[in-house]
């Protein structure tokens, strides 16, 4: 189980997630990020294709680097 903020996630609060899998932080993160920051959900619905590559490839990388709880 991994706790990541949405600060790290390139968001502008401390909300903190926390899941088993990529995919979790995800769906989490994005309930947060719908109903805390409206504005930014809406960039992320029309971000490119080459946008959301990179922005998964960045996910990715935090993913990798947050240590494992427990």
């Given at each position: 189980m991994k706790t990541i903020t949405c600060e790290q996630l390139g968001g502008?609060?401390?909300y903190k997630i926390t899941a088993?899998?990529?995919e979790e932080v995800i769906k989490s993160g994005m309930?947060?990020?719908e109903k805390a920051h409206p504005e930014i959900a809406k960039k992320m619905e029309n971000m490119s294709y080459e946008e959301g590559k990179n922005w998964n490839h960045f996910f990715m990388k935090i993913w990798r680097m947050t240590p494992n709880m427990g």
């Amino acid at each position: 189980m991994k706790t990541i903020t949405c600060e790290q996630l390139g968001g502008p609060c401390d909300y903190k997630i926390t899941a088993n899998t990529p995919e979790e932080v995800i769906k989490s993160g994005m309930k947060h990020v719908e109903k805390a920051h409206p504005e930014i959900a809406k960039k992320m619905e029309n971000m490119s294709y080459e946008e959301g590559k990179n922005w998964n490839h960045f996910f990715m990388k935090i993913w990798r680097m947050t240590p494992n709880m427990g």
